[in-house]
């Protein structure tokens, strides 16, 4: 049986990492993995974890993105060095043989897994944005700590390129459906989507496969089909 531990940085209820780590924890053979989950803070998805069988553990995750104010890296730095000894417990306890890690700018389980001889993998779900040069640098660190890093579509993978070379460690492997579910969905005896709504058969229905944050620019949407 190989134990993994997926590391889930943001306690969030919006959506996001998590349903793309609970369609991935609900895909595994349970007959040869068994899933751990590392989360900063209970959330609404902590139930739907156990339900699937997976253990939730909560701890210390350091994240250095974009700073938030001036003590922002001072404050990471210090859960960093927390989180390293807490991970390291984790590991051992629990006898992790693979630590997935998700978002980018998470550091710590990748570095814990490297001075324990145990693979690590990244999954990449940011796009690049300014400045470059910051993303390339977190990229460039997640190339040094980890065994393999999956980018979720072509456009990521210039955050690791440097000097006109790229990562050897990359792999893209598209957000996945699943489509049984939904054809299953499609198929199930109800009232109409229209119908739940109170819509019209000329009314245009616009779907945005995202989850509802600020960054995702729904509201231009919004304004535009206004």
């Keep these: 049986m190989i134990n993994i531990l997926f590391i889930q940085p943001y306690a969030s209820n919006l959506g996001g990492v ?25 959330t609404v998805y902590v139930e739907k974890y156990e339900k699937l069988g997976c253990k939730v553990l909560f701890g210390p995750v350091a994240v250095f993105g974009k700073p938030t104010d001036p003590w922002y890296y001072f ?5 960093l060095v927390r989180s390293l000894g807490a991970i390291r417990r984790i590991v051992r306890e629990h006898r992790i043989d693979l630590i997935h890690t998700h978002k980018m700018e998470v550091l710590g389980p ?15 779900h940011e796009l690049p944005r300014r400045p470059l040069a ?24 210039t955050m690791f390129r440097w000097g006109g070379r ?4 990359l792999v893209k492997i598209y957000n996945g459906i699943a489509v049984q579910s939904a054809d299953a969905a499609s198929e199930a005896p109800g009232a109409s989507l229209r119908e739940q709504l ?29």
């Design 18 to 42: 998590d349903s793309v780590l609970l369609q991935l924890v609900g895909g595994l053979d349970r007959t040869r993995y068994r899933p751990f989950v590392l989360m900063t803070a209970p």
């Design 75 to 79: 404050r990471n730095g210090a859960k």
């Design 110 to 124: 990748n570095i814990v897994g490297k001075r324990l001889g145990i693979p690590t993998i990244q999954t990449v």
């Design 134 to 157: 910051g993303y390339r640098f977190i990229g460039w660190l997640n190339h040094l700590f980890n065994d393999r890093i999956i980018v979720l579509c072509e456009r990521s993978k």
């Design 166 to 169: 790229e990562s050897a460690k």
């Design 198 to 226: 109170g819509l019209h058969e000329d009314d245009r229905i616009v779907i945005a496969v995202a989850r509802l944050s600020p960054m995702k620019g729904i509201e231009y949407l919004l304004e535009a089909a206004a």
